[in-house]
């Protein structure tokens, strides 16, 4: 199995959060979650600072994510600029 973000491939007793994307699972490693949760959490507090960096990491790490997580990610209205 495979990060659909990242594409790091996951390791022995390493846990991968789930996400439903319509008819598709989607399996994301803790270091991309733990980067999804704190672009959630700028975008519900309105911290746009928090927000602009943590995008930005998140683009860089997204170089090789999947087709499916890229739609899932975009259409996200949880991780968009409010
Ligand atoms: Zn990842």
Do not use: P, Q
């Amino acid at each position: 199995m495979k990060c659909d973000c990242c594409g790091k491939r996951k390791c022995w007793l390493e846990a991968f959060e789930d996400i439903e994307n319509k008819d598709e699972t989607l399996h994301v490693c803790v270091k991309c979650s733990t980067l999804l949760y704190k672009i959630r959490y700028a975008s519900k507090n309105g911290d746009i600072k928090e927000y602009d960096s943590s995008i930005a990491s998140m683009k860089k790490r997204m170089l090789k994510a999947s087709s499916g997580f890229k739609e899932w990610f975009k259409n996200n209205k949880a991780l968009a600029k409010k």
